[in-house]
Structures are given as C-alpha cells and as structure tokens.
Nanobody
Framework: QVRLVESGGGLVQTGGSLRLSCAASGRSGSSLDMGWFRQAPGEERQFVAISWSGGNTDLADSVKGRFTISRGNAKNSVYLQMNSLKPEDTGVYYC?????????????????WGQGTQVTVSS
C-alpha cells in the first residue's frame, strides 16, 4: 500500500506563489507516476500535472507557463511549484500516484491519493 502525504497549501493573493510537496511511502517511487489533481467547490476533480515514472512531465493547459512539477532525487517525492496564481486556481489539491501501465490523465486511473491540501487565491 502506498501512502501519500501532502503539505504546502495556504492562502495567497493573486499573482503570488506556493509550493506543494507530496511524499510517498510504501513503494519505490521509481515505479510510480506521481502527480496532482485539484477540486474546486461543486466541481469534479481535475488533472493538473503529472511526473511520469519514466521521467517526462505533463501539465494541464490551464497551468502551463505558471506551474512546474518536479521529483525529488529519490523519486519518492513530487513537488508542484505554482507561480502567478489566479483565483480560479483555488481548490483542494490532491497528490495522486499510480503504478505505470500506460499514460493516463483520468482520475479514475490513479490508485493512491493523499488527503488533500487547500489552496486559496484571493483576488
């Protein structure tokens, strides 16, 4: 069983920055795709960013140019650097992981989830 623990959310003004962290335990991170989804009130959980186990990354169009995803050296951690934040970035951010079996951006294809961390961007 993989356990994911997030940290780093908070309240920030428009244009500000936050860095989210997620640490995985229970399995080697080198075999896991690790990424981030977010859920705004009344909306479905949506893909934000992914670090594939093979080393490449991908970002949702809405955050390209503002967010960066990266892995720690031991591959058991994933980070989301969020710059130029907008009010529409507000939501609960969830760290997600899956055993690699072909690329997927759909939340139903992720096996493990963190508890979520709140990000609020004030206008």
């Amino acid at each position: 069983q993989v356990r994911l623990v997030e940290s780093g959310g908070g309240l920030v003004q428009t244009g500000g920055s936050l860095r989210l962290s997620c640490a995985a335990s229970g399995r080697s991170g080198s075999s896991l795709d690790m990424g981030w989804f977010r859920q705004a009130p009344g909306e479905e959980r949506q893909f934000v960013a992914i670090s594939w186990s093979g080393g490449n990354t991908d970002l949702a169009d809405s955050v390209k140019g503002r967010f960066t995803i990266s892995r720690g050296n031991a591959k058991n951690s994933v980070y989301l650097q969020m710059n130029s934040l907008k009010p529409e970035d507000t939501g609960v951010y969830y760290c997600a992981a899956r055993l690699y079996r072909g690329r997927s951006w759909g939340r139903n294809d992720y096996d493990y989830w963190g508890q979520g961390t709140q990000v609020t961007v004030s206008s």
